[in-house]
């Protein structure tokens, strides 16, 4: 079984790929310091199972369980967590594997052996009980095999076409798997449903505006590329609209 370790500190480290070194049928393949390396060294290395780290600055441990499993062939994840008893009690109770640290050999052999792959649903019932923040600060995009993490900070709209979203951003446009429904209910403090198919990030909106035909529609702060058309409010959506822009 191939292993990557993920932790910010060296030590931790260290002190995981020694104790993989005496375990029979493991081999550790790879160490990352942060979440995006892990995310990026998972897609060249495909391992099987990762041991990762909850805290962590930059992506946490969280986050980075989301984004490995939007891979066509996700690892088993492992935390390796000094939470309290909030997060022991919630991974208990949702069967998510995890160590406590300082780790000890054989509860590290137990959860290996235990290891198993997180539906996104699970892990983020899991974080919303164990009280650790679960909203995402980017999204992943895949495209000729590799992944890009586009910062939600950054992000215009997701419009919804058929079975793809398509993420307009600051840097251009990029598809996502995710479904606008689950969007929407992630992000919905930052974002807005300005019709059945696109959410818009609520700070980047200057103003609303009437059309030729009598119809609404959303002016961006910034010069995106979005075409006007997709920024028109439907009826049913424009008191929202308003009520957010009025930060009601």
Request: charged share 30%; hydrophobic share 40%.
């Amino acid at each position: 079984m191939k292993v990557l370790v993920v932790d910010d500190e060296q030590p931790a480290r260290e002190r995981l790929r020694q104790l993989l070194d005496d375990e029979d049928g493991y081999d550790c393949v790879g160490e990352a310091g942060n979440g995006l390396d892990a995310v990026t060294l998972c897609n060249q290395l495909q391992p099987d199972i990762v041991l990762l780290d909850i805290r962590m600055p930059g992506l946490d441990g969280i986050e980075t369980a989301h984004h490995l499993n939007s891979q066509d062939q996700p690892p088993a994840i492992v935390f390796t967590t000094a939470y309290d008893e909030y997060a022991i009690d919630a991974f208990d109770a949702r069967a998510v594997g995890y160590v406590l640290k300082p780790v000890r050999r054989k509860k590290l052999a137990t959860a290996l052996a235990q290891a198993s792959r997180l539906a996104p649903s699970t892990l983020q019932a899991a974080a919303s009980d164990a009280r650790i923040e679960s909203t995402r600060r980017h999204v992943c995009s895949r495209a000729h095999g590799e992944l890009k993490l586009i910062p939600v900070a950054d992000i215009y709209c997701f419009r919804a076409d058929q079975k793809y979203v398509t993420v307009d951003h600051k840097n251009g446009q990029d598809l996502i798997d995710d479904s606008l429904k689950m969007l929407a209910q992630e992000f919905s403090g930052e974002f807005v449903r300005i019709h059945r198919s696109v959410l818009v990030a609520v700070s980047r909106i200057a103003r609303i505006e009437k059309t030729g035909d009598g119809r609404s529609r959303v002016v961006l702060r910034d010069n995106s590329q979005v075409d006007d058309k997709e920024l028109i409010i439907s009826r049913r959506h424009l008191a929202d609209v308003r009520r957010r822009l009025k930060g009601v």
